[in-house]
């Protein structure tokens, strides 16, 4: 199969039809080719190679299902704020290894500013949340600090 140059390049140049696809297919990543192709004005084989051209750049890193909250058991979430008590990379490691293992932690980033680490936790009720604070984040030696903020509702949540 070839690739459109334009399109492999770096993916800096998005054109309107990218832009079209890459919002159809975040709306709806199982939507078929067919239909996509017709609601970007595209015939299904151009359509088909643009889409293999954006998987292959990178631009397009994978498909996700998006799950129901209240059927897969989650009554609970939060962000979480983790400050570390040492500013070293083997701090960062181990506490970043620690989190790639525990279920409950749906996002973890390292960000700027006074912490070290933006966590978003799911959990079943504010019971298991509380195991997960004391027996897993509590017991971390590089934790310093940890401020949870508890979501209420999420009236705009695209995440896919």
């Known amino acids: 199969m070839r690739f459109m140059p334009e399109i492999v390049q770096l993916m800096t140049d998005l054109d309107g039809i990218d832009e079209k696809i890459l919002q159809e297919l975040?709306?709806?990543g199982r939507i078929s080719n067919l239909a996509l192709a017709d609601r970007v004005g595209l015939s299904p084989?151009?359509?088909l190679r643009r889409v293999a051209a954006l998987e292959?750049?990178?631009?397009?890193?994978?498909y996700r299902a998006v799950l129901?909250?209240?059927?897969t058991g989650v009554g609970f979430t939060a962000y979480v704020m983790v400050g570390l008590n040492a500013h070293t990379k083997q701090a960062q490691e181990a506490f970043e290894r620690a989190m790639s293992h525990a279920p409950e932690?749906?996002?973890?980033?390292?960000?700027?500013?006074?912490?070290?680490y933006l966590l978003r936790i799911e959990a079943a009720d504010l019971a298991a949340y509380k195991h997960f604070h004391t027996e897993v984040l509590g017991t971390l030696p590089q934790v310093n600090a940890i401020t949870s903020y508890v979501v209420m509702g999420?009236?705009?949540?695209?995440?896919a």
């Open 26 to 28: 975040s709306r709806d």
């Open 56 to 62: 292959k750049a990178g631009v397009i890193k994978g």
């Open 45 to 47: 084989s151009a359509c």
């Open 68 to 71: 129901s909250p209240e059927k």
């Open 154 to 159: 999420s009236p705009k949540d695209e995440r």
């Open 105 to 116: 932690v749906r996002e973890c980033h390292n960000i700027t500013g006074n912490v070290e």
